[in-house]
């Protein structure tokens, strides 16, 4: 996952496709055609992130039907970003989606996507942060998808996010996990080299930290009982040119650290340019990457 920075106000508004303009009707299918396009036009601490849900949604959203029933019921979606899955889940669960966000500026792209396809009555997103906990508004199960690489205390964190969910309920989690990052055949030693900096600025408190291996235990120590748990891997196995998604998609999401990691003196700007470069000059290849996150379903005694 990457390192963006969750500042409040900070985003402009989404400009949209104007060719979308009339798919205001939610379906799935909209929805991808739109992130199809529109990915490039979210602020661009956003993009990765965005892309990678386009990029993901067939096996998410066959997880989240395999989720228990909620039919009418509510569900929260705790650090919910722009909002993608809130829509997946109302509409795969037929259920009403409250995102929460500490984020205003994100969150008003999660409104102008809510408004292009006229889901306000299934889906609402509000200010909040997540410990500030549910207080009235206690839903029948939590989603929190890739936030809790940002808390220093994940037992902690799992407690907070109990505490929005009413007994007999559920809590459906997703997080990264590098450690499970297989790349064959090896890229070039600079690329390397770059990628080691980049896990080990990761590292720092509000990185990876291969939480996802480490959430199954945080939750049960906060008073929660394992259901589920799987590895799910987005595997590629293709012909890669330079000029690839992919290629592009793994070269962002380092230049979206690097300012950080040459602050910290893990990089610097030429290693980084010579990085880029010996790992473009490596394709066209026949390349082999698996990248993984965790997901885990958890009851609510
Ligand atoms: C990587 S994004 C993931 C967004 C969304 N869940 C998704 O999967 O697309 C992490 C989001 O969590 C939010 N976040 C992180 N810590 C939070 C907290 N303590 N309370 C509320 N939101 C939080 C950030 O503002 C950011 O929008």
Redesign the pocket.
Known sequence: ??N?S?KVGQHPQVRYDSTMENSNVLSLSNLDEWLSRAWRNVPREYQW?VLQ?WATSASRRAWIESWPAVPGGLVV?????????AQEIATLKSCVVHG????AG?LNLAQSINRLFDNAQRVKFRL????QGGGSDKANAAC????A???DDLTAFMAQVKSWVTPGGFIAV?DVDDGYLVEYPQPPAAWRSAIEAFQQFQSGPRGDRQVGRKLAQAGVAAGLTLSQISVNAAVQAETTSPDSMTVQFDIERIEQALPGMIQAGLITERQWYEARSQYRASFPAFVFTSAATIRLLFQVP
Do not use: N, W
């Open positions: 996952m990457k963006h969750a992130l849900t979606d705790l650090g919910c970003g722009p909002g993608i899955m929460y966000d500490q984020d994100v909040a942060e997540i410990s929190v998808r890739f936030v690489q940002y808390t997703e």
